[in-house]
């Protein structure tokens, strides 16, 4: 079920726990400010998570709270895993579900990376 961004965060969702390594995940990149880790039901060849280590339920909920310094470190860090990953060629998908029009079903901010294949047209029509 699509969740409701505009609820404060909470603690016991399913990033929150992986950040914490209360359930285990197969991370591909960790700095000070985010963490990148396989998507455990991938829709493409390559499908990455990355995400903010700040307790953040969505891209407006981060723009509006977060330091500077986390939201260059946040972004910085979608591009390293891209690069590391071999993405930047022949290209890859940036997805941030946001609410319930958006499908959000994780309530922690989080960038996909979809690559590994052509991958069609925007939106599902
Ligand atoms: P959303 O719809 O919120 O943008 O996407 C949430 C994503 O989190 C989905 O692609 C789903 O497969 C992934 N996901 C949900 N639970 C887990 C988990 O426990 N571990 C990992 N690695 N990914 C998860």
Redesign the pocket.
């Known amino acids: 079920m699509p969740i409701d961004a505009t609820l404060p965060y909470d603690d016991q969702n399913?990033f929150a726990k992986?950040l914490r390594g209360e359930?285990p995940?197969t991370r591909v990149y960790e700095d000070d400010h985010a963490l990148a880790?396989?998507?455990?039901?991938p829709?493409a060849p390559t499908h990455i998570?990355v995400i903010p280590k700040g307790a953040y339920v969505s891209w407006d909920d981060f723009s509006a709270r977060a330091p500077d310094a986390e939201i260059a470190g946040f972004v910085r860090a979608v591009g390293i895993v891209a690069r590391n990953a071999g993405l930047v060629e022949p290209g890859y998908r940036l997805l941030a579900?946001i609410g319930q029009h958006g499908?959000?079903?994780?309530p922690h901010l989080?960038v996909?990376i979809f690559a590994g294949r052509p991958l069609g047209p925007m939106l599902a029509r």
Do not use: A, T, Y
């Open positions: 399913i992986i359930i995940s880790f396989l998507d455990i039901n829709q998570l579900n499908h959000q079903e994780v989080h996909h």
